[in-house]
Every structure is written in structure tokens, then in C-alpha cells.
T-cell receptor, first 112, second 115 residues
Framework: DTAVSQTPKYLVTQMGNDKSIKCEQNLGHDTMYWYKQDSKKFLKIMFSYNNKELIINETVPNRFSPKSPDKAHLNLHINSLELGDSAVYFC???????????FGPGTRLTVL | AQSVTQLDSHVSVSEGTPVLLRCNYSSSYSPSLFWYVQHPNKGLQLLLKYTSAATLVKGINGFEAEFKKSETSFHLTKPSAHMSDAAEYFCVVSDDSGNTGKLIFGQGTTLQVKP
């Protein structure tokens, strides 16, 4: 009965590859997010979707493309991976926005 | 623009002694404020939240925080530290200007609890 789940938990890949991270929430929330945590543990929002509609798109390279097939899922696809993409990526959801988020366990991405 | 500043990057306490993690915020309107905790190699868990109701907010695991508008502070406290409290703590403000729920995180404070 996990509230926000992400797969995979760990992802190790070579530079230049394309990879996807999946996220699902069973809380019935309308809004989902992707956050990136860098090596200094700083967290920054990347994207947010509300009912499958993109509402936040921070300054993120075009290589990152979120996809929300329905309001319970928000996947993150990354093209042409670079060394600097290595980080922990957290999915989160909330309802309504601003009331506090539930975070997934994170996906640790390592680009070699 | 909203922002939060966590005044200590690292706090070390002995088990059984009080915990104080300091946070100052900057906001152009009445903010929503949160504290999240991240245990090693784990996800983020909501400890407590302030959303313009009572200024003293009680959270899980014995933590509480007091919203002080005059000092623009939202410090996190616990009367007696437990070994299991050792973790990274984030003070967070909600950027409600667009009603998007976007959270702005502080830099984090590492809490070390010594036996």
C-alpha cells in the first residue's frame, strides 16, 4: 500500500544513453512533481503536473521530458544522459497544491 | 520571491538533550512552511506544517515548530533527542503565488545524535 512509488530505485548507465524513471501514486492526488537532489543534498523542483497538465517547468534541459498518462502517473524520460545528471530524483504528489507533499523513495541515477 | 535559510548546516547533540534546528524564511505574503526529514538513503517524510492556523505546530516523533512572524523564523525543536533522530532536516516554504504547490527547500541541516 505504498503511497508514492518509483522504479527503479537505482539506475547506473553510460553517458549518451536514454533512460526513464517511473512514478505512481495511489493517494488520489491531482498534482505530481519531480524534484532533483544533487550531491550536496540540495533539492530543486523540475516539473509539476496537475491532472495531466504541465504547470511547472523550471529551467531544465530539453533532454528531460516528463510524461503523465493519467493523474496517478508521472514518468521522467531523460535523453542523452550526461555526467551532471547524476543525482537522486524524487517524485512527489499533493492535493491540493501547497498542503504538503508525499515523496517517493527516490531513484539514484549514476551516469558513468 | 520566497526563500528559506537554514542557519546551521550541521548540529550535534547528545542523546536526551534538546534539539534546535533554526530556519528563517522570506515571503511576500503569509507563507505555508514545512519541515521534512530525510534519513540516510531514504525518501523525505513530512514532519510538520504551518498553514496560518496555530503558530505552534506539533509534528510527528515529538517535534514541534513555532512560527514567529516578527522574527520571520520557523525553528524546529524537540525536548529530548533520540538516536533515531539522526538525519537530514529540511525547512521548506511553499511558493503559493501560482497555486502550484511548488516547494522551495532550504539547504538542509544534518543532525548528529551522540550516545
Amino acid at each position: 500500500d505504498t503511497a508514492v512509488s518509483q522504479t527503479p530505485k537505482y539506475l547506473v548507465t553510460q553517458m549518451g544513453n536514454d533512460k526513464s524513471i517511473k512514478c505512481e501514486q495511489n493517494l488520489g492526488h491531482d498534482t505530481m512533481y519531480w524534484y532533483k537532489q544533487d550531491s550536496k543534498k540540495f533539492l530543486k523542483i523540475m516539473f509539476s503536473y496537475n491532472n495531466k497538465e504541465l504547470i511547472i517547468n523550471e529551467t531544465v534541459p530539453n533532454r528531460f521530458s516528463p510524461k503523465s498518462p493519467d493523474k496517478a502517473h508521472l514518468n521522467l524520460h531523460i535523453n542523452s544522459l550526461e555526467l551532471g545528471d547524476s543525482a537522486v530524483y524524487f517524485c512527489a504528489s499533493s492535493h491540493p497544491p501547497g498542503t504538503g507533499m508525499f515523496f517517493g523513495p527516490g531513484t539514484r541515477l549514476t551516469v558513468l | 520571491a520566497q526563500s528559506v535559510t537554514q542557519l546551521d548546516s550541521h548540529v550535534s547533540v547528545s542523546e536526551g538533550t534538546p534539539v534546535l534546528l533554526r530556519c528563517n524564511y522570506s515571503s511576500s505574503y503569509s507563507p505555508s512552511l514545512f519541515w521534512y526529514v530525510q534519513h540516510p538513503n531514504k525518501g523525505l517524510q513530512l514532519l510538520l506544517k504551518y498553514t496560518s492556523a496555530a503558530t505552534l505546530v506539533k509534528g510527528i516523533n515529538g517535534f514541534e515548530a513555532e512560527f514567529k512572524k516578527s522574527e520571520t523564523s520557523f525553528h524546529l525543536t524537540k525536548p529530548s533527542a533520540h538516536m533515531s533522530d539522526a538525519a537530514e532536516y529540511f525547512c521548506v516554504v511553499s511558493d503559493d503565488s501560482g497555486n502550484t504547490g511548488k516547494l522551495i527547500f532550504g539547504q538542509g541541516t544534518t543532525l548528529q545524535v551522540k550516545p
